[in-house]
């Protein structure tokens, strides 16, 4: 094979669409090392890394030439099962070259997350590269501008102000819930589910106060474990619903495809609670099932509604913002020539 090799980004994230599109495009932790062979085998494509997060799904991706076959395989790859192709296929956007290393590094940097300078997207990141590594769907290219991303991410948080205030999903579900009751101490909390956003949002309900709080897992190890860290108590997975009743909050953020939470269950629930009940669902694919918002006294929020919520965060920070920015574009101009030119034609890794 010859000619230049050059870099892309191809996505949807929380800018580009509302959730209840995003989720379709949504890849489950556990396929991730399957979806990503699969992308790296379709034409054009000669490295691949798939990010999949709350907020966001993307590729990034190396190709030769003006990469379209690649582009046109990987739009076919997500938009094959979607309804409505067209409608959908306007939402992905399309980077390159510098532009596409600029996105990654701002990724990174938690630029570009919903709750501004977020800390998790930069593990989720690291993840994301792993699982590829491991996948082999990554080799020089890839591997190359990854690691240097990493520290590039590093330096703004270190070098900046972007981290102050509510720096995850989790800190700002917690705000979200504290502008619902004015005070936690005396609100009874459930967690449902036991991965990172979880834990996050549970150490921010015990730092702002919450003094009930409930977990529930389907792995029970865990949820013991996110229990004994914020001190709260574990209610097995098959009994949650019946502590409805005495909850006033509850945060769902679960891997699970289908919705754990619905509006038969919660009707019959409000019978005997005759008090507003405030879901928080912080998954994708969402876990609350919307037509929840339909049963009197409940009340739904998904991730579209914390970002309404963060826009005003990203306002107060809009000075912070544009320094990094301009630490990062500094950064691209300096790295491009390194990562985008004089290289010799490489051979994947089999």
Not at 149 to 171: D, M, N
Not at 277 to 306: E, K, T
């Amino acid at each position: 094979m010859s000619g230049a090799v050059h870099m892309y980004c191809l996505g949807v994230n929380y800018r580009s669409c509302p959730v209840a599109v995003r989720e379709q495009f949504a890849v489950p932790k556990h396929k991730l090392p399957q979806v990503n062979a699969e992308l790296a085998a379709l034409p054009g494509v000669r490295e691949c890394v798939l990010l999949s997060t709350c907020n966001r799904t993307e590729i990034y991706y190396w190709s030769q030439s003006q990469g379209s076959a690649a582009q046109e395989a990987l739009l076919g790859y997500f938009l094959d099962s979607a309804p409505l192709v067209e409608d959908r296929r306007n939402l992905f956007y399309l980077l390159q070259k510098e532009d596409a290393l600029f996105h990654l590094a701002a990724v990174a940097s938690g630029l570009d997350s919903m709750v501004v300078g977020e800390t998790e997207i930069f593990g989720q990141l690291k993840d994301a590269y792993q699982t590829a590594l491991a996948a082999g769907t990554t080799s020089t290219y890839a591997n190359r501008t990854f690691q240097r991303v990493f520290a590039i991410g590093k330096k703004v948080r270190s070098s900046s102000l972007i981290t102050s205030g509510p720096t995850s999903v989790g800190a700002a579900a917690v705000q979200m819930a504290q502008g619902i009751f004015k005070e936690l101490t005396g609100a009874n909390v459930l967690v449902i589910g036991a991965g990172e956003v979880a834990r996050t949002t549970a150490q921010s309900l015990r730092s702002r106060g919450a003094q009930s709080i409930f977990v529930a897992n389907r792995s029970y190890e865990r949820a013991v474990e996110l229990a004994s860290q914020v001190g709260g108590r574990v209610i097995r997975f098959t009994e949650w619903i019946p502590y409805l009743e005495n909850i006033d909050i509850a945060i769902v953020s679960t891997a699970s495809p289908v919705y754990v939470v619905s509006p038969p269950v919660l009707e019959q629930v409000q019978k005997t609670r005759r008090r507003p009940l405030f879901l928080i669902d912080l998954s994708v694919p969402r876990n609350v099932n919307p037509a929840c918002s339909l049963v009197d006294d409940v009340y739904v929020y998904d991730m579209d509604a914390l970002e309404e919520m963060t826009a005003e965060t990203r306002r107060c920070r809009s000075s912070e913002i544009v320094r990094c920015e301009q630490l990062i574009s500094a950064w691209v101009k300096e790295e491009s020539p390194a990562l985008f030119e004089g290289r010799s034609p490489l051979v994947r890794k089999s």
